[in-house]
């Protein structure tokens, strides 16, 4: 993700589209339509500007626990130096999928989805760990996974 940028205007009507989308991303362009008031060529021309301008992405998410992946963890990292570094390292691994720059007593937030326990262990002590400027990691395990919507609109 690139740093922040000016953001995009949405008139109402793309801000329906991305709504409609947000609720069931599997919804036809000719249903998103009829519930917005356009064609469905209309519907499909403004949903390639807005995921051509990296407005938004149409992707299917799973449950990893489906998938075999029976750990996830949320990491906190303390870096000493540059932690731009270190969050690309960690962008760059594939068992890593969510990572963030913050204040406060971590420099960074990582979350990962692991096989099972050794797996995570592997990853901490041979990968996260061994990136230079890595001062120290907290490691926050995931009992159960709550609630996970990507559905919150538009402003």
Sequence with gaps: MAS???????DDVSKAIVEQLQTDGR?????????????EAAVRQRVQKLTDAGVMQVVA???PMQLGFYRQAMIGI???GDTTHVADELSNMRAVDYVVLTAGSFDILAEVVCEDDDDLIDLLNSRIRAIEGV?????FVYLRLQKQFYNWGTR
Excluded: F, N, W
């Excluded at 919804?27 to 064609?39: D, M, N, W």
């Design 135 to 139: 001062q120290s990691t907290e490691t």
């Design 61 to 63: 998410v799973t449950d």
């Design 78 to 80: 303390r870096v000493v």
């Design 4 to 10: 922040r940028s000016k953001p995009v205007h949405l």
């Design 27 to 39: 919804r036809s362009y000719a249903e998103i339509g009829k519930a917005v008031g356009l064609s």
